[in-house]
């Protein structure tokens, strides 16, 4: 007999993000900009220095709490000693689902327009920014410089249209020049759905691209793994978490995010491991816990959809 478990467990963001080391509660990284092009007429021959400019003028520090993910499990004494088809262990059972759940409660949240908190007490405990509130899903947050704040989005719903999307990509090209060269779209069910339409034929509109495909392989392929446009490449990866709420199972199926990997990360304060307990007469039980959260290096790097 085999046990399957059909859940989507996929977790691109988190997968892609850069890992980094936190050494306290509030991690910080340094944002700053160039200056615009100035004049450029010339120095005169032989003409002194006579003004300097404050490099670090515009430097700012952007910060991000770390959140403690948890989830308990335990087996009872009886559950422990009967035998059940393709489970050699309940506790080894209940364990990794534990781990692989936490791992999603991490995605969820840093893939969210969740805003940071600070721990206050019984009820108030240290939340994590998700990206989406990094890139002003909701409002932009006051710490957030202007220089940096998100630039490249759109919220017109779907379906989106090709001319949309490489709308948002010009902005973002615009804002930054793309440093990367390379973005991920951490794109919902019908986001991705609609950048495959991208290349499709269509009898009732006119249409920029027609696929035409070996009957050989006897298959039809009518996807878009990957997006080549004027203003860079963009890799297509399917999620459900993007714009999820705290403890909803209500997937936003046209929300996506646009992410330059160089641009992002995830710090660690303690990393994800398995605590057994005391065993107190009912079987045994743990948890699983870690202690991370949402590092973005600029707001102004990453995009994002919003059905």
Known sequence: ?????????????????????????????????????????????????????????????????????????????????????????????????????????????????QDRQAEAGSGTPYKTRGLLKWLGQGGQPSDVPTFAQNVANDTNGTPVTETEFNAVLQELYEANGMPGGQLTLIANPTLKRDISNFARTSSTTSNTYSVTQSAESKKVTLTVNQYEGDFGVVNCVPSVWVNRTSGSSTVDADAGLLVDPDYVGIFTLKAESSTELEDQGGGRRGYVDVLAGLSCHSPKAHGYFIG
């Open 1 to 113: 007999m085999i046990l399957t478990i059909l859940e989507p467990e996929a977790t691109p963001l988190l997968s892609l993000a850069k890992k980094e080391k936190a050494t306290g509660t509030f991690h910080e990284v340094q944002v700053d900009e160039l200056d615009n092009p100035g004049t450029f007429d010339g120095v005169n021959e032989g003409e002194d220095v006579s003004s300097f400019d404050n490099g670090a003028a515009n430097r700012t520090r952007l910060g991000n709490y770390i959140q403690k993910y948890r989830r308990a499990f335990m087996t009872s004494d009886i559950q422990q000693l009967v035998s059940t088809a393709a489970v050699p262990s309940e506790f080894a059972y209940a364990e990794g689902k534990a781990v692989r759940s936490v791992k999603l409660d991490l995605e969820a949240s840093i893939c969210s327009s």
